[in-house]
T-cell receptor
Framework: NAGVTQTPKFQVLKTGQSMTLQCAQD?????MSWYRQDPGMGLRLIHY???????DQGEVPNGYNVSRSTTEDFPLRLLSAAPSQTSVYFC??????????????FGNGTRLTVT | AQSVAQPEDQVNVAEGNPLTVKCTYS??????LFWYVQYPNRGLQFLLK??????LVKGSYGFEAEFNKSQTSFHLKKPSALVSDSALYFC????????????FGRGTQLTVWP
């Protein structure tokens, strides 16, 4: 049981490049989400999904796309990277579909630098 | 707007002394409250939660938290700190009626010195 797996661990991009951050979970969790962590700002929600085929925006969705074609996978796409997207990105999942009274399970993060 | 505040960026405490990490929330309705811990280069790990019931909840590694509705607070406590407790701590809240959103505080760096 691997939990939540994020790849890659580190990535450097040039401004304007695109890339996909991968997230997979093997716990059959319906709820998955993406956060970014910036110093002094805590974690901010980018996008989330409550099941395959269903996604919604969080606090800071601009510049990011998501899709959820399977229960296991929830990739995050950067369409045209900008230096402001330099951050640590965390994927998290939860077994609880609705009201999040179950804790989130986090991956170990992807550290992204955009130059 | 919904929000969670952790008023201290840093808390320093000597090993063996009690520790408190403060959290206040502004979330409408009856919130669900959580504490998470983050060690360097790792994701967040769940410590404890308050959903309903007893205001004092106990969690992992000897931590506990006290829910105070009148003060809208959910402070994290431990009677006797260990050096290994040094980490970044996050308070989080979700609004029961709001699907899919968990609001995080900015985090408090706890340092326990020997």
């Amino acid at each position: 049981n691997a939990g939540v797996t994020q790849t890659p661990k580190f990535q450097v991009l040039k401004t304007g490049q695109s890339m996909t951050l991968q997230c997979a979970q093997d716990m059959n969790h319906e709820y998955m989400s993406w956060y970014r962590q910036d110093p002094g700002m805590g974690l901010r929600l980018i996008h989330y999904s409550v099941g395959a085929g269903i996604t919604d925006q969080g606090e800071v969705p601009n510049g990011y796309n998501v899709s959820r074609s399977t229960t296991e996978d929830f990739p995050l796409r950067l369409l045209s990277a900008a230096p402001s997207q330099t951050s640590v990105y965390f994927c998290a999942s939860s077994p609880n579909l609705g009201t999040l009274n179950s804790p989130l399970h986090f991956g170990n993060g992807t550290r992204l630098t955009v130059t | 707007a919904q929000s969670v505040a952790q008023p201290e960026d840093q808390v320093n405490v000597a090993e063996g002394n009690p520790l408190t990490v403060k959290c206040t929330y502004s979330v409408s309705g009856n919130p669900y409250l959580f504490w998470y811990v983050q060690y360097p280069n790792r994701g967040l790990q769940f410590l404890l939660k308050y959903i309903t019931g007893d205001n004092l909840v106990k969690g992992s590694y000897g931590f506990e938290a006290e829910f105070n509705k009148s003060q809208t607070s959910f402070h994290l406590k431990k009677p006797s700190a260990l050096v290994s407790d040094s980490a970044l701590y996050f308070c989080a809240a979700s609004r029961g009626s709001t699907l899919g959103r968990l609001y995080f505080g900015r985090g408090t760096q706890l340092t326990v010195w020997p």
